[in-house]
């Protein structure tokens, strides 16, 4: 009787379709169907929706299920960038996600910032915290949260994070990809450049996450 202990899967969580479409795109060539299998073991990328409350739900639903019992959590997506000279297309790795519910430190950062790297060479990797907001944020409000000490925001990792570790001790991690930042913003002129951009780093940033999911696997029985 096989008494080996079963590898805790990963969830990648991402709020829309067109990050959505990017990973199931980086992931066809592990297999088909909702649950793939890669070095790091089982997968699955979950549609959470727009903003914190429906990442909240969508993640704890998902981490109620018996496959995903024990999960590694990684959020991704695409971001809005704080810090000055910030590019779309380049790669954001927190080292702990934040909003007013909580904060809750990332695992394995230096193995990810190490990985996306190699998976995407030449895209600039940005480490720090990284902010949840309700809502787009743009203007001043970008430079009160990066006076906070923050280097970027987005609507869901601080929700999905929090959720996850709410639900159990396990590894978790967000990574973000900028598609706007303070000299490109959504509302300027090159925005479709910017997304185009991100678009094509978040297809390619897969290997990453499951190197670090087999780095961090916590076993289940």
């Known amino acids: 009787m096989n008494t080996q202990p079963v590898p ?4 990648i969580a991402c709020a829309l379709g067109i990050e959505h479409l990017a990973l199931r795109t980086g992931a066809r060539p592990a297999g088909a169907g909702p649950y793939r299998r890669g070095a790091g073991g ?39 960038g704080l810090a000055p000279g910030m590019h779309p297309g380049d790669l954001v790795v927190a080292e702990e996600t934040r909003d007013p519910h909580g904060t809750v430190p990332c695992v394995n950062t230096d193995l990810l910032v190490k990985e996306l790297a190699r998976a995407v060479p030449g895209r600039t990797v940005h480490t720090g915290p990284l902010t949840g907001s309700d809502h787009i944020v743009r203007g001043p409000e970008r430079s009160a949260l990066l006076a906070t000490g923050a280097i970027a925001v987005d609507m869901e ?53 499951l190197e670090w999911h087999r780095s961090s696997l916590l076993p289940r029985r």
């Open 8 to 11: 805790a899967p990963l969830l």
């Open 42 to 80: 089982p997968f699955t990328v979950v549609r959470t929706g727009m903003g914190p409350r429906a990442a909240e739900r969508a993640v704890t639903r998902r981490l109620g299920e018996p496959a995903l019992a024990g999960a590694a959590v990684l959020a991704t997506g695409f971001c809005a």
């Open 157 to 209: 990792s601080a929700a999905t994070l929090l959720s996850a570790v709410r639900t159990g001790e396990r590894p978790v991690a967000a990574v973000r990809v900028v598609v706007d930042a303070p000299e490109h913003e959504l509302v300027r002129i090159g925005t479709v450049r910017g997304g185009i951009s991100a678009f094509r780093v978040l297809r390619s940033v897969l290997p990453a996450f």
